[in-house]
């Protein structure tokens, strides 16, 4: 079966530069989610999109920005990226038809590294 | 506000040793309660849920029971193997104002000795 697709797998940025992530959801997914996951921690939420609107805001910096688009697929934008901005980015995907038991469907994320 | 607790790692047993890692939540209303694992290299995968009162989730032999009463949902198993090392997320899920949101604990590393 068809899972959460991301890229690139691995990103090494330098300070001050900007980084762009994709996440392709699971088909017929219409919801996208983008966590942090720091080395040791568990997951932070960052931000969410329903139906290619924001439906919540976690803990996202103002250097971030992220949209979904109407093929679903999402992109996390990270500008004037900081040392403490590396870390895991995970994308997970859901379906609004069955929210409640509805587990969330992880991509194997996106380690930036910033240099 | 809604928070999910985890015992402290990292865990380390032998094989064929029994598994109990314990997760306790607070939270308002009835939400759903996950077990989620993460291998090394890997994003987080559903291990097993429950969604009501008193439901036992299952999966590859471990098991967690929803218990509303101690606000737990501890998960188990019986005979662990080297495979099973990675770390184990506890998380639930519920309506809020905003939508449906997920919280996690701190995630509990397991190590399995040959």
């Known amino acids: 079966a068809a899972g959460v697709i991301q890229s690139p797998r691995h990103l090494i940025k330098e300070k001050r530069e900007t980084a762009t992530l994709k996440c392709y959801p699971i088909?017929?997914?219409?919801?996208v989610y983008w966590y942090q996951q720091g080395p040791g921690q568990d997951p932070q939420f960052l931000i969410s999109?329903?139906?290619?609107?924001?439906?919540d805001k976690g803990s996202i910096p103002d250097r971030f920005s992220a949209q979904q688009f109407s093929d679903y697929h999402s992109e996390l934008n990270m500008s004037s990226l900081e040392l403490g901005d590396s870390a895991l980015y995970f994308c997970?995907?859901?379906?609004?038809?069955?929210?409640?038991?509805?587990?969330?469907?992880f991509g194997n994320g996106t380690r930036l590294t910033v240099t | 506000g809604d928070s999910v607790t985890q015992m402290e790692g990292p865990v380390t047993l032998s094989e064929e040793a029994f598994l109990t890692i314990n997760c306790t939540y607070t939270?308002?209303?009835?939400?759903?309660l996950f077990w989620y694992v993460q291998y090394p290299g890997e994003g987080l995968q559903l291990l097993l849920k429950?969604?009501?009162?008193?439901d036992k989730g299952s999966n590859k032999g471990f098991e967690a029971t929803y218990r509303k009463e101690t606000t737990s949902f501890h998960l188990e198993k019986g005979s662990v193997q080297v495979s099973d090392s990675a770390v184990y997320f506890c998380?639930?899920?519920?309506?809020?104002?905003?939508?449906?949101?997920?919280?996690f604990g701190a995630g509990t590393r397991l190590f399995v000795k040959a």
């Open positions: 997970a995907s859901s379906s609004s038809a069955s929210s409640y038991n509805s587990p969330l469907h």
């Open positions: 088909p017929r997914h219409d919801t």
């Open positions: 999109f329903y139906e290619k609107m924001q439906s």
């Open positions: 939270a308002t209303g009835y939400p759903s």
């Open positions: 429950a969604t009501k009162a008193d």
């Open positions: 998380a639930l899920r519920r309506l809020y104002t905003g939508g449906f949101k997920t919280i």
